[in-house]
């Protein structure tokens, strides 16, 4: 992730083909070289891998060296003359290539990589004939039987790049050498499937195979590396805001590769980012608006015809009950400017502040707590500086799962010797991978870091410095963890008081220790105070607004960082600015040219949902969200949802709760179209369009201009370029954001002017609210918990293949293609107990409803918890969930339910999936 | 690479015998470089590498299993299938070679039905092709277990091969053989 830091200082001069340059200590030749335009060729390197020197492709002369040394692995010195280009350097290489053509098979034409192919280009450049030892290929056998990975060991070049990809930056090890000699592959051990020896789909040894040995198997044959247009945009899927290249042939979306050196992601991709984009290319994509014919049923008609039935009902509904009468969803995954329009449209134009979209759902409590003890609800650090962390504590997320390019740089620190501490009740990857694992009880965050606070002060572990020069409230905390013990806590968490205070002790310890946590923190009756606990504790041990330091949440869609900024939230104009502080309706109605109606925080969005159930709110407007499966208690959302007077969906597919719509608007994808999003580290980047829109359909924002049009209010947009100009105008973190500024690696906020850098991090120069505040936080249980009748803890979540609730990822093949179905995590001694195996099907039983998916046996769950995930309308975990809220944001504890599991005795033909019971 | 903590949930209960895997984890707790002493321990103990035993020494030397498999398949020392009861050696030294001894290897392999390194069903023989037995001056040369057979024309190999199967079956212990000249302890020279 984190790019060769240009501030390391270039204390060095040496010689390159004669030329002189400055070079920092510890840099290599390779690189030195490459920063100044002359390139060295090289098959083994990746600078994702450390220096490797095998391929000896590389090798230079350097003035006083006994012979020619690999560029790769050698350390640049002052005064060194290097040499990269002579007479001798070249027949070596030529020599290296020579021998590798000779058992290559040369089968070009049809191979992937041709275009692209190190090989290639390098025999062509030192014009190798055909070798002059005879031409004997591999006959390599070999499975190839992944949905997404194509193998080819007959054109491997054992420069061992995948091995050491999946080994070190990944942290798993699929592949490996196998025998010697002449006779050694490439492959997993015992020959496994790779599904088998704990593949994660990413594609990253297809993205560093120099060669044809390793390529995608989806996209074989669909175009040439050369006719592809190539374009940089930004991952559609989680909040960590990958670059992506899209490459399409004649419009159509072929494939997505990454740049070494480019983005936060630095060549990085997970399996959803690298194999998820086919959606885009979906049958199901809508290609005109629908409306309600007489039957009820819902119909293609023309944008006029749609268009005029949502102005109609719209002023009807607007002239009978006024603004509060309307709500505007907006959404994680449309742009800023989408965003930005959605929320001006349903003040400025419908007069409501009833705006709010799935944030409420899952980030709310962070920006809530961390508002309240920081001054700003933003992650405080960025990615890049995880790893200078000497303690990392994972709370609440599991991490790569839901956020796996973040997750690398977890994988990074370890291999650097830095510590980790995960707290969750799942056996998770990083789990497996921590110095110290807390297997609290579902629920408990609070209780744990009240636990190691009260061992930090009985301690002595505090950083007296920092809470006596920039906090406040110290007093308040330290009170009130007289409440409860160490050992009673851990009794309630359910661990050993000597493991909690180990933990407790690592991160006081720590000169660095940074907090990630994620939704596992948020989604519970106390998801503020568990937010505020994660501020104290960092507060306590003053980690914050140093690099490695800081709380910071991960956020699992694109642009929640951005929907939130843009003031798709009840109570915020764009940047945070509260809807009823009169200085900022005074700005806005100022540049908007209007007079605000609604001067109150409007409904958040389970009071949306209430309110429309009740009649009171009889119009919606819901952009790229799909509530009738992302919110909690499904059954209740659908009858809302279908009781709403005039409801109009805008998305790219016919989503489940598009169903209930009254017209339907059919929107582009998003390589269709030019925006931005804010990724989980407030960096703005980006959204550039690949493609035409589909016919038939349009990007949001033109989208919400034309509604808006009909309603009147004269909008006159360009494109997005002319929104970001006004919400910079109207946004003081954005002020100094512009497209032109955005170009390269895009601009991490508070940005407030057109010459500021950008801020990496967070209160480093003080808490953005003055002083950091303390806050007195009391555990309470969750509101359900396992009970004779329901004697499961069911954890809801996420999986690594999927993606909310699963419109786009469940429509990739490449997705589809690994986990098709919801299945319940169950431990093997519950499993047993139920008289359950792999695949049985169970009925899963809460208080509100029923689903039947099937069970997979694994130990990540303990014995006592289930766990489901939420992407499946199958089985949609929401009908198990209950609604009851984290009170400061109104957020649904949607994390955990209690249920009872039963084994289905009945056939299968009586089974309906995903049916809705009481 | 060392073992580090958790040995004891790094051996897990299955089909096969773990306590001297278990022992020998224990031994080279906490030591760098202890793949490769281990594998050999564990050759020793169970005769092969069993694939259980390969995947607790990559849990608990927190490697990739891909890595240990990667050293074990590196070295001719390793092997990861059982050895059956009886080992056919057939040399490919170069006197062995230039008198024919791939036409005898040929020919064991058809009558047996198995290829290099690889046992028979019934677990009576392995074959093994090797490089030198050091008895030249007899070649080409097989060992079946301690028992060295010289002067091999594919067809005696092979009746060699099934009168020792006979004795074998016929319940004789180690299997004998009178059908060619048979020597106990060879002199050959280095070709």
């Known amino acids: ?918 | 690479m060392s073992v580090g903590q958790g040995v004891e949930s790094a051996v897990e209960a299955g089909g096969f015998d773990e306590a001297p895997l278990r022992d020998l984890l224990e031994t080279y707790q906490d030591q760098r470089g202890a793949l490769i002493p281990l594998l050999q321990g564990t050759q020793a103990a169970y005769g092969y590498l069993p694939a259980e035993a390969m995947e607790s020494i990559a849990r608990a030397l927190r490697e990739p299993l891909s890595q240990v498999f990667g050293v074990a398949t590196f070295y001719a020392q390793f092997r990861l299938v059982p050895r059956a009861r009886n080992v056919v050696r057939v040399c490919h030294g170069t006197a062995c070679h230039v008198s024919g001894a791939p036409l005898v290897s040929l020919e064991i392999e058809r009558n047996l039905g198995i290829g290099d390194g690889e046992n028979t069903e019934d677990m009576m023989f392995t074959i093994e092709n090797v490089a030198c037995l050091g008895a030249c001056g007899m070649a080409p040369v097989m060992m079946i277990n301690e028992r060295t057979y010289g002067k091999l024309s594919p067809d005696s190999a092979v009746k060699a091969v099934k009168e020792f199967r006979a004795k074998e079956e016929a319940g004789n212990g180690s299997g004998d053989t009178s059908a060619v000249p048979e020597v106990e302890d060879a002199d050959g020279e280095e070709a």
């Not at chain 1, 027949?91 to 992937?112: A, W």
């Not at chain 1, 009738?628 to 998305?651: C, I, M, N, R």
């Not at chain 1, 609210?769 to 979540?797: C, K």
């Open chain 1, 1 to 918: 992730m984190a790019v060769v830091s240009e501030a390391v200082e270039k204390t060095l001069t040496m010689t390159v083909n004669g030329r002189e340059v400055k070079a920092a200590p510890g840099q290599t030749v390779l690189e030195v070289a490459r920063s100044i335009g002359v390139e060295i060729p090289t098959l083994c390197h990746d600078d994702r891998l450390e220096p490797y020197g095998a391929c000896r492709l590389c090798l230079v002369e350097v003035e006083g060296a006994r012979g020619p040394v690999p560029a790769c692995a050698t350390k640049v010195g002052d005064g060194m003359t290097v040499q990269t280009n002579t007479d001798k350097i070249r027949r070596l290489r030529k020599f290296v290539i020579e021998l590798l053509l000779s058992n290559h098979p040369l089968d070009c034409p049809i191979c992937e990589a041709a275009g692209d192919c190190r090989l290639q280009e390098y025999a062509y450049e030192y014009e190798v004939s055909m070798s002059p030892w005879g031409w004997h290929p591999l006959e390599f056998e070999s499975r190839d039987d992944h949905p997404n990975v194509a193998r080819n060991p007959n054109r491997c070049i054992l420069c061992g790049r995948c091995v050491r990809i999946c080994r070190d930056v990944m942290g798993i090890g699929c592949w490996g050498f196998t025998n010697r000699g002449y006779d050694t592959i490439i492959d997993t051990p015992y020959n496994l499937p790779l599904e088998e020896v704990g593949c994660v789909s990413c594609g990253q040894c297809i993205s560093t195979c120099p060669v044809g040995a390793l390529s995608r198997k989806r996209s074989r044959y669909a175009a040439r590396h050369w006719q592809t247009d190539k374009t940089r945009t930004i991952c559609p899927y989680c909040g960590v805001g990958c670059e992506l290249i899209v490459h399409t042939n004649r419009g159509k979306l072929v494939r997505v590769t990454a740049d070494v050196g480019s983005g936060v992601n630095n060549g990085n991709l997970c399996v959803k980012g690298r194999f998820g984009m086919d959606y885009v290319n979906s049958e199901e994509r809508l290609t005109a608006p629908l409306v309600r014919d007489e039957n009820g049923d819902l119909v293609p008609t023309t944008w006029d015809v749609a268009l005029d039935r949502i102005e109609q009902n719209f002023k009807r509904i607007s002239a009978e009950s006024g603004g509060a009468a309307f709500a505007a969803l907006a959404s994680a995954k449309a742009t800023n400017e989408e965003n930005y329009l959605m929320q001006k449209f349903a003040r400025a134009v419908l007069g409501t502040n009833n705006v709010d979209h799935c944030t409420r759902l899952c980030h709310a409590p962070s920006i809530e707590g961390l508002t309240v003890a920081f001054g700003s609800g933003a992650m405080t650090n960025s990615f890049a500086d995880i790893s200078d962390a000497d303690v990392i504590f994972v709370i609440g997320s599991n991490t790569t799962e839901t956020h796996p390019v973040v997750a690398l740089e977890i994988v990074r620190a370890l291999r650097n010797g830095k510590k980790l501490i995960v707290a969750d009740p799942r056996s998770i990857d990083l789990a497996r991978k921590a110095h110290l694992h807390l297997a609290i009880r579902p629920g408990t965050n609070v209780a744990l870091l009240k636990g190691m606070m009260r061992h930090i002060v009985d301690s002595g572990l505090e950083d007296e410095a920092f809470i006596a020069e920039q906090t406040e409230g110290y007093g308040v905390l330290r009170d009130s963890l007289q409440d409860m013990t160490v050992a009673q806590a851990a009794d309630v968490c359910g661990v050993d008081p000597e493991a909690l205070r180990n933990a407790a002790e690592l991160y006081a310890g720590a000169d660095a220790a940074g907090i990630l946590c994620a939704v596992g923190s948020t989604q519970h009756e106390s998801g503020t105070d568990g937010v505020l606990s994660m501020a104290n504790l960092a507060m306590l041990c003053g980690n914050v607004g140093r690099p490695g330091t800081g709380v910071n949440h991960l956020q699992g869609q694109s642009n929640v960082q951005g929907a939130c900024d843009m003031g798709g939230l009840p109570d915020a104009f764009s940047g945070g600015r509260r809807v009823d502080d009169p200085a900022a309706i005074a700005q806005m109605e100022a540049a908007w040219g209007v007079v605000l109606a609604d001067r109150k925080p409007g409904k958040t969005l389970l009071e949306i949902m209430n309110a429309a159930a009740a009649g009171e709110i009889r119009a919606m407007y819901i952009m790229g969200e799909n509530p009738a499966l992302s919110e909690p208690d499904q059954t209740h959302v659908l009858q809302t949802l279908a009781a709403v007077g005039f409801l109009v969906v805008q998305d790219m597919f016919l989503t489940e709760t598009a169903e209930y719509a009254d017209v339907v608007l059919p929107a582009s994808a998003v390589t269709e179209r030019d925006g931005t999003f804010t990724n989980s580290e407030r960096r703005v980047q980006r959204v550039r369009r690949a493609q035409e829109p589909l016919e038939g359909t349009m990007p949001d924002w033109r989208i919400l201009q034309l509604v808006a049009n009909r309603m009147g209010a004269g909008w006159e947009y360009d494109g997005p370029e002319d929104v970001m100009h006004e919400i910079a105008s109207v946004t003081p973190e954005y002020g100094g954001i512009t497209y032109e500024r955005l170009e390269e690696r895009g601009l991490q906020w508070p940005c407030p002017t057109a010459d500021h850098p950008g801020t990496p991090v967070l209160h480093a120069q003080g808490f953005a609210r003055g002083r950091g505040l303390f806050s007195a936080v009391t555990h309470r249980p969750p509101a359900e918990v396992a009970d004779e009748e329901y004697p499961f803890v069911l954890i809801t979540g996420r999986e690594l293949e999927h993606y909310h609730t699963g419109t786009m990822s469940r429509r990739s093949p490449g997705l589809s293609g690994l986990v098709s179905e919801g299945r319940l995590q169950l431990n093997p001694a519950d499993a047993s107990r139920l008289g359950v195996d792999q695949g049985t099907l169970v009925r899963v039983t809460s208080r509100r409803g029923s689903i039947d998916p099937t069970v997979w046996v694994t130990d990540r769950v303990p014995p006592g918890c289930a766990f489901m995930p939420i992407h499946y309308s199958e089985a949609p975990a929401n009908v198990l969930t209950h609604a009851n809220l984290d009170q400061a944001t109104q957020t649904p504890a949607v994390k955990l339910a209690a249920v009872r599991i039963e084994r289905i005795v009945s056939t299968a033909e009586n089974h309906k999936p995903g049916t809705l019971e009481d």
